[in-house]
C-alpha cells in the first residue's frame, strides 16, 4: 500500500517514530462537531452523542512535579538509591514514550563527570548515555587526552529519550534538575564538563549561548563544596560542524591539563 508507506515515512522524517500505546486512539471522536452557523438549535441537539474514548489521569502540574521531584532525591544517599528513586518517580511524562532509564555510563568514581542533554535513540534502546554516533565521537575526544570510560563518569540532565529527540521542554527539564544535581553530588566529581547549551544552561545557569562559554572556567556548587566546570561543544554539534573540532580540541586539553593538579 504505497500510500500507508509514505505515511509512514512521512511520520520517520517528522521524527515521529515512537509508538506509544498497543491501540491507536481517535483524538478526534468525542468531540461533537459543531452544529452549522444557522442550523436549528434541536437539530445539534439532536445528535446522536459520541462515546468519548478514556482520558488519562491529569499529569501533575510541572512545579507540582519538581517539588515531588526534590521531595525523590532528599533522602538519597547512594546512586543506586538515585536510580531506585529514579525508576520510581512519575512526574516526568518522558518515562511514558521513553523505552528505558538511561542513568549512567562510566565510572562513579571518576574525577571528570559529562552531562549532555538527553538520550537520543540509540541510548534510548541500550539504556546507556552517548552510545551512537555523537557518543562514538565523544569517545575518541577523550581518548585523545588519554582517557576513556574508565576514568569518566557520564549522565544527561533528562534521562529519558524525548520523543523524536525533540528538545525537552523548559518543564521536563526543571523536573528532572533536582535528581542530575543529585547524581553529580553522589559522584563529587573535581571537574564537571557541560555538553552543549542546554546543560550548560540547565546547570550552571547562563544565559549566554555556549559559542560564548565554551571553554571558561566556572564554578559549580555540589551542594558539598565548589567545583570547577566547563561548557563545551555538544558532539552531535561537532558531527554538523566539523569545522568547530579545533575549539573543541582546545577544550578538552584545558580539561586533560585541570586534571593533571
Ligand atoms: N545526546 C545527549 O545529549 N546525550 C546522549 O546520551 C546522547 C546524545
Known amino acids: ?19 506509544i500505546g498497543e491501540i491507536a486512539v481517535d483524538r478526534f471522536a468525542g468531540e461533537p462537531s459543531p452544529a452549522p452557523a444557522g442550523a436549528p438549535r ?6 446522536a452523542p459520541v462515546p468519548r474514548a478514556p482520558q488519562p489521569a491529569a499529569p501533575p502540574t510541572p512545579d507540582a512535579a519538581a517539588l515531588d521531584a526534590r521531595n525523590a532525591v532528599a533522602g538519597v544517599q547512594t ?11 512519575e512526574g516526568c511524562a518522558l518515562r511514558a514514550t521513553a523505552t528505558r532509564l538511561v542513568f549512567a555510563d562510566g ?3 571518576a574525577r571528570l563527570m559529562m552531562v549532555g542533554e538527553a538520550p537520543g535513540r540509540d541510548e534510548d534502546i541500550e539504556g546507556l548515555p552517548f552510545v551512537g554516533r555523537s557518543g562514538k565521537l565523544l569517545d575518541l575526544m577523550l581518548a585523545a587526552i588519554g582517557l576513556d570510560r574508565t576514568q569518566v563518569y557520564i549522565a544527561n540532565v533528562i534521562p529519558w529519550r524525548p520523543p523524536g529527540n525533540r528538545t525537552p521542554t523548559p518543564q521536563e ?15 563529587d566529581p573535581d571537574i564537571l564538563v557541560c555538553l552543549g547549551g542546554p546543560s550548560t544552561a540547565a546547570l550552571l545557569g547562563t544565559r549566554d549561548g555556549i559559542t560564548k562559554t565554551r571553554g571558561r572556567w566556572f564554578s559549580y556548587d555540589t551542594g558539598k563544596r565548589q567545583i570547577r566546570a566547563m561548557p563545551t561543544f555538544h558532539p ?9 573540532k579545533r575549539l573543541a580540541w582546545r577544550d578538552f586539553l584545558a580539561i586533560k591539563k585541570a586534571l593533571a593538579h
Open 1 to 19: 500500500m504505497p500510500a500507508i508507506r509514505e505515511l509512514l515515512e512521512f511520520y520517520a522524517e517528522a521524527g515521529v517514530d515512537t509508538a
Open 42 to 47: 434541536a437539530r445539534a441537539a439532536a445528535a
Open 79 to 89: 546512586l543506586d538509591e538515585l536510580r531506585a528513586a529514579l525508576e520510581r518517580f
Open 107 to 109: 565510572n562513579p568514581n
Open 173 to 187: 527539564t526543571q523536573i528532572c534538575l533536582p535528581f542530575i544535581r543529585k547524581q553529580i553530588e553522589l559522584v
Open 236 to 244: 552531535a554539534f561537532l558531527l554538523r560542524s566539523p569545522l568547530q
